[in-house]
Each structure stands twice: as C-alpha cells, then as structure tokens.
C-alpha cells in the first residue's frame, strides 16, 4: 500500500506451527510418521511495517510485531520443554515488539 510518494505500509499475519518430535535413526521412511498429529509449539503473529523514503536512496523504517508464542505438553514432554526448545525467552507469550532505524543506499 503507498498511500504518497516515498511511503510504503505492510501487514503481515502467520501462523506456524510444530508438531511431535520423530527420531529418525531407524531406518523408516519419514512418511510413516503422520504429520502434525499434536502440535507441540505454534507462533501467530501480525506485523505493521512503515517505510518512508525521504531522500533519493534514503529511508526510516518501523515495525510493530504482536506474537503469541506458546507450547502444549505432548509426547510426556512438559510445555516448557518445547517453548524453550524452539523459542528464545525473550519472545515467549505475548508479546509487542517495535523496531525501527534508517538506512542508506539501496
């Protein structure tokens, strides 16, 4: 979306998920193992992003990013077994997060 010359708006949603844990060292096709049978961690998020170029090559840019990142216990295997597993604490739950800078150049 560019609502005037230079700006450029985004938004962005997603929904990812993981599901069981398979060890694979025993010689069986992958494909016998069913695939995403119980979801293990999920990560949906919406991103707003904002840049403007406010010179030739020359732009500020921000984002605001809304996540919920969570993990369920499966397989005898504690939730925040695999929160941990595929997360950084940091980013774990709800969370918003805002980013921005400029850059130079292309």
Known sequence: LKPLRGLDL???A???RHGNEYVYDTGLDATTHPVLQNI???N???SLKARY???SNAYLFGEIL???IQSFEV???SALYYLNLFTPKLFQ???STISGGFAFGF
């Open 75 to 77: 397989d005898g295997k």
């Open 10 to 12: 985004s938004v962005s």
């Open 53 to 55: 170029e406010f010179l």
């Open 66 to 68: 809304f996540s919920n």
């Open 14 to 16: 997603w929904h990812a």
């Open 44 to 46: 949906k998020s919406i």
């Open 40 to 42: 293990t961690w999920q």
């Open 93 to 95: 739950g709800n969370q």
